[in-house]
């Protein structure tokens, strides 16, 4: 049998705009269950993800790196649902999810960033625990 044509088109697009909305909602939480894996395997004592700890850590200023970029916030502003800017003056949309919905969708650009950045703010790369506390704490703004 042949599909009339433009009935044919309309399921195409039909396919395609109900996927990103399902493979979304899907991503975030496989890159959480990821990092949960990772951080019991180093510590068989994890006990789940903390946005109270990913807060600290978004918020709290370390001697370990860049000294023009002690803090997430540096860049990202001390508002998760504000937009930030970083200090060459590139402007950052927020990091909340309520405010910046498309965001933690793309695991390869989650993994760049963190490690980006936490080699910037801490001098060393983010242990699981601290990337599932900062992602569930960003998730809940
Ligand atoms: C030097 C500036 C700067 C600092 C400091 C900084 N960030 Fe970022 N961050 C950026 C920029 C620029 C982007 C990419 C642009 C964007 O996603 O809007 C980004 C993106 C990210 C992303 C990816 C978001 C996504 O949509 O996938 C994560 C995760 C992230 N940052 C986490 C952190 C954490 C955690 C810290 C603190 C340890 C931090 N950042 C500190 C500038 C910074």
């Known amino acids: 049998m042949t599909l009339n044509p433009s009935l044919s088109a309309l399921l195409g697009c039909i396919a395609i705009l109900s996927l990103p909305a399902a493979a979304l909602a899907g991503t975030r939480e496989d890159q959480l269950a990821a990092y949960a894996t990772a951080a019991r395997a180093a510590d068989p004592a994890f006990a789940g993800f903390s946005p109270a700890r990913g807060k600290i850590l978004h918020t709290r200023s370390f001697a370990g790196g860049k000294p023009d970029t002690p803090a997430c916030t540096s ?31 793309d695991p390869a650009k989650v993994e760049k960033w963190f490690k980006r950045n936490c080699n910037e ?21």
């Open 75 to 105: 860049c990202h502003g001390s508002e998760p649902r504000g937009a930030g800017r970083t200090p060459a003056g590139k402007a950052v949309e927020p990091m909340a999810l309520s405010a910046s919905p498309s965001r933690y969708t």
């Open 121 to 141: 703010v801490l001098g060393r790369e983010c242990a699981p625990l601290e990337k599932g506390d900062w992602l569930s704490f960003m998730l809940g703004q």
